[in-house]
């Protein structure tokens, strides 16, 4: 391997250490919905987004805050030693995309038929540090 190549791969790896991630696939949610949530929490600190999700009313936040909650998890096995206080944990980027729909027919007046589309979505959480002073 190259000298260049191997800094540049070596630069990735730290960078790579820095974030932590989570995905939910297949959420019965309409994106629309989640989408509402996830703009409250991006950018924001771990703990405000945490106590932003717990006292929603809505059902895509509970669905949230179990995934920072594992993002948070994937972050602590990366970084065994590091403490997540000092770290300062924030939700660097979090997208909602559209997933597969489930296709229904509903009855309507005069023979005709009405179609139902029941959509799913996937969520991807991504975690970042603004403490670049880990090992």
């Keep these: 391997m190259g000298v260049r190549k191997k800094q540049m791969a070596e630069r990735i790896k ?13 959420c019965p949610t309409s994106p629309r919905k989640m ?14 987004a945490l106590a932003i999700l717990k006292f929603n009313s809505k059902e895509a936040s509970r669905r949230i805050e179990k995934l920072l ?5 994937n972050w602590q096995a990366k970084n065994e030693d590091a403490n997540i206080e ?3 944990l924030f939700v660097k980027e979090i ?23 029941k959509r799913s979505n996937h969520v991807t959480l991504v975690l970042g540090s603004n403490n670049n002073t880990q090992s």
């Design 35 to 48: 989408r509402l949530v996830a703009d409250l929490v991006r950018g924001v600190q771990v703990e405000k």
């Design 86 to 88: 000092e770290a300062e």
């Design 69 to 73: 909650l594992s993002a948070i998890a």
């Design 14 to 26: 730290a960078e790579k250490q820095q974030i932590a991630f989570a995905k939910l696939n297949n």
């Design 95 to 117: 997208r909602v995309d559209g997933g597969s729909m489930l296709k229904r027919l509903r009855p309507a007046p005069q023979g005709r038929a009405h179609r139902i589309r």
